[in-house]
């Protein structure tokens, strides 16, 4: 007959726990990448409140007359600053969305404890 092939050479298909552990890791991934993002929003949020802040400071003291050249570069310089803040904030914001959808698909995968 042929050859006769030890039971251990088989191996057996994957498992739920398989799933568990592989997209485990990613969840875990994840929720990391969600925290950098997070805190790095909050931070821009404080950063742009502070220059908006300076900003008006600085328009009203240009209206006073106090050094109104100075302070319109000041202005500008705050402007071309609070736009790149906006602009990091909104992409921010796409990709927490990114997050949020890879999550959802996750949760068609794995059981509502992982995802």
Known sequence: MGRKMPLTSFRLPPTEDT???RF?????????????????????????????DCAAFSF?????????????E????????LTSNR????????QMAFIDRTRAGLAR???SRWA
């Open 19 to 21: 799933d568990y552990r």
């Open 24 to 52: 485990g890791r990613l969840v875990r991934l994840l929720e990391r990448i969600r925290g950098e993002i997070t805190q790095e929003a909050a931070e821009l949020r404080q950063s742009g409140d502070k220059m908006t």
């Open 60 to 72: 009203e003291a240009m209206e006073n007359g106090d050094n109104p050249e100075s302070m319109s």
């Open 74 to 81: 000041r202005i500008d310089i705050l402007t071309r600053n």
């Open 87 to 94: 602009s990091r904030q909104a992409s921010l914001a796409v």
């Open 109 to 111: 995968i794995l059981p």
